[in-house]
């Protein structure tokens, strides 16, 4: 029963929708998996069982890229510490700590992973998960940024202009809210924090489209609210980006985004919008049913700071059976109040009928570019229905509430 609820436990926080900052399948990376148990009978149907996994990147491999040649200076360390740790000696060990009046499965695993790639930097994660009594297990994830060039770990202090700090606070501060919808208005209570203080998160990557700031449980909101992220776009910082440093590439007049995300064999969105020469933004989402055959689907970009259906200047679909722009005033569902209400803002919805498993449809957009703004918005939401189950992208809990009250992805593109 205990291996049951571990298992359970683990798989909640691994197997959930996430944004990727790199494809699988373009570096070809190896793994390997060590793993050890130990379990010591304390009375009758009574006993304490300790595991440990540990999985990392092969950086023996012959296919390894070469801006990964010296990631094993990163992993043999802990790969050190997971061998010097024995579960027989650690279960005696907690045994007699707890003189006998101790039982179950307990569970620590840590993976480390290539999470994201730019052309300058790359960075590593470390997730960690388990359980070892008490009311709930833990998890948490940690994040180390490299220069490909020097190898180096890098600091903000690295990427950044002397005297950052309270500029990037602020800054950090003002996009946060407006990420995760809060009002001007608002406090950071209204988000779940402990208190209306805000703190950067030390913990960040460095990614193609800005910096991935990361909380982890406990450190701003409650273990149920689990992690916190946001991503602060660099088209916010250029001003203090060091352009001799990694982040240079960033200052680049390339401005197109690219982002990612999936739920294990169930959905995936793959977006892409790109600034034009002619001042108009081209908007490409492509969304994959990796689940159920025969379901209805519906893929909706929202766009706050519009509207008015002039914005669209051209709409196309492929794949989807329906494509209906809804303007400011247009009907549309309002989850919450279980009825259709007025739009604030533009909204374009694809649907598609008898979905098949593994399709991709794809809609793209051209649109003006929003006036006396130096970014445009837009709100990102994917959804699948089929024998009485619904899938969706974000999950409920992630994400910012648009005005249908749906989660959404919240994506900055800089102007």
Sequence with gaps: MWHIITLLFILSFTIHAEELFTDPHTFHLGHKTFMEEYCKSIKAEKQLCEKKKLRFLDYKSDDLPAFLAKVGEHITPILSKYNKQKMKRSVLSNIKDFEGDVSGEWYNALSVDLFSKTSATYTLSETSSGYTGGAHGYYGITFSNYDTRTQKKLTLDDLLLPDYNQTLQHIAFTHYKEARGLKPTQTLLDDGWFNNKFELAENFAVTDRGL???????????????????????????????????????????????????????????????????????????????????????????????????????????????????????????????????????????????????????????????????????????SLKAEGKNITLPEEYEGVKGQQNFTNYRVFVGI
């Excluded at 919008?273 to 519906?298: C, F, I, P």
């Excluded at 329906?322 to 374009?348: D, E, F, R, T």
């Excluded at 593994?358 to 570019?369: G, H, Q, V, W």
Aim: hydrophobic share 35%.
């Design 212 to 382: 991935y700031f990361l909380y982890n449980q406990y450190e701003v909101k409650s273990y149920a609210d689990g992690i916190t992220t946001f991503m602060l776009p660099y088209s916010k910082i250029r001003s203090l980006i060091d352009p001799k440093g990694a982040l240079g590439f960033a200052l680049g007049k390339n401005r197109k985004i690219h982002a990612s995300f999936y739920e294990a064999e169930k959905l995936s969105i793959i977006f892409d919008a790109k600034v034009n020469a002619d001042k108009t933004l081209t908007v490409t989402a492509k969304m994959t049913n990796l689940t159920y055959s025969n379901a209805r689907g519906w893929l909706s970009l929202s766009f706050p700071q519009m509207q008015y259906k002039k914005a669209i200047l051209k709409m196309q679909k492929k794949g989807f059976t329906h494509l209906q722009a809804y303007p400011k005033g247009s009907s549309i569902y309002n989850i919450k109040q279980k009825k259709a209400l007025p739009a604030n803002y533009l909204l374009v919805e694809a649907e598609k009928k008898k979905w098949h498993y593994n399709d991709a449809c794809t809609l793209t957009l051209t649109i003006s570019l929003p006036a006396n703004s130096s970014e445009c918005i837009i709100d990102i939401r994917g």
